[in-house]
């Protein structure tokens, strides 16, 4: 069966280091895949998509890479802040160009000054 | 642009009631998400609609949720009636699907649903 899985539910890291956020899936061969940012009480955010024919994207302090052998993604930011502490969520397409995303759990990242 | 726009934000109700949850879609957005998170299962597509046009329905736990779209501004998702199993934060998204699914989809704020 097809399946998401974000490597852990709870990341520490400590203020100016970088936090690596891993995506794997099962039984999928996606067309891309998006991150979204989750805070407390709020609707997810979309932050970056990344197109199966692409090996990596970047946007300010994020970077996103897409292996299809390994079916992995892996989402890192670079000099952390506080600020940054949230759950990020990977997202895959399921369907063709009018399709639905099919969310991971997501990781909570807390980043400690 | 306010968004999208979710209401009630928080509904507290008593088992067997009805629910009823509503959702205004991003002006020039033809695509319309329900999901369903909670922490156990995390976010879930309960149905989507393209050009107020169920596509799929597969994500609805059982018959007694049920989603109409009578217009491109405006959507309801509805339990009828509710049990406990059913608390968890409902959330409606749209998109725009002016270049295809790969556009970003846009959240709004959540219902909170509480059914004792």
């Known amino acids: 069966s097809q399946k998401i899985e974000q490597n852990s539910e709870a990341l520490n890291i400590q203020e100016g280091k970088t936090a690596t956020l891993t995506c794997n899936y099962t039984?999928?061969?996606?067309?891309?895949l998006q991150w979204y940012r989750q805070d407390p009480g709020r609707g997810p955010v979309f932050l970056l998509l990344?197109?199966?024919?692409?090996k990596e994207k970047r946007k300010e302090r994020l970077k996103v890479t897409f292996d299809t052998t390994l079916k992995q993604s892996l989402f890192h930011i670079t000099a952390s802040q506080p600020a940054d502490s949230a759950t990020y969520l990977c997202a895959l397409l399921n369907g063709g160009s009018q399709g639905n995303l099919i969310f991971g759990k997501g990781t909570k990242l807390s980043v400690k000054p | 642009d306010a968004g999208v726009i979710q209401s009630p934000r928080h509904e507290v109700t008593e088992m067997g009631q009805e629910v009823t949850l509503r959702c205004k879609p991003i002006?020039?957005?033809?695509?319309l998400f329900w999901y369903r998170q909670t922490m156990m299962r995390g976010l879930e597509l309960l149905i989507y609609?393209?050009?107020?046009?169920?596509?799929?329905d597969s994500g609805m736990p059982e018959d007694r949720f049920s989603a109409k779209m009578p217009n491109a501004s405006f959507s309801t998702l509805k339990i009828q009636p509710s049990e406990p199993r059913d608390s968890a934060v409902y959330f409606c998204?749209?998109?725009?699907?002016?270049?295809?699914?790969?556009?970003?989809?846009?959240f709004g704020p959540g219902t909170r649903l509480t059914v004792l």
């Open positions: 990344i197109r199966e024919n692409e």
């Open positions: 002006s020039g957005h033809n695509s």
């Open positions: 609609f393209n050009n107020n046009v169920p596509i799929d």
């Open positions: 039984n999928y061969s996606p067309a891309y």
């Open positions: 998204a749209s998109r725009s699907v002016a270049g295809g699914s790969y556009n970003e989809q846009f």
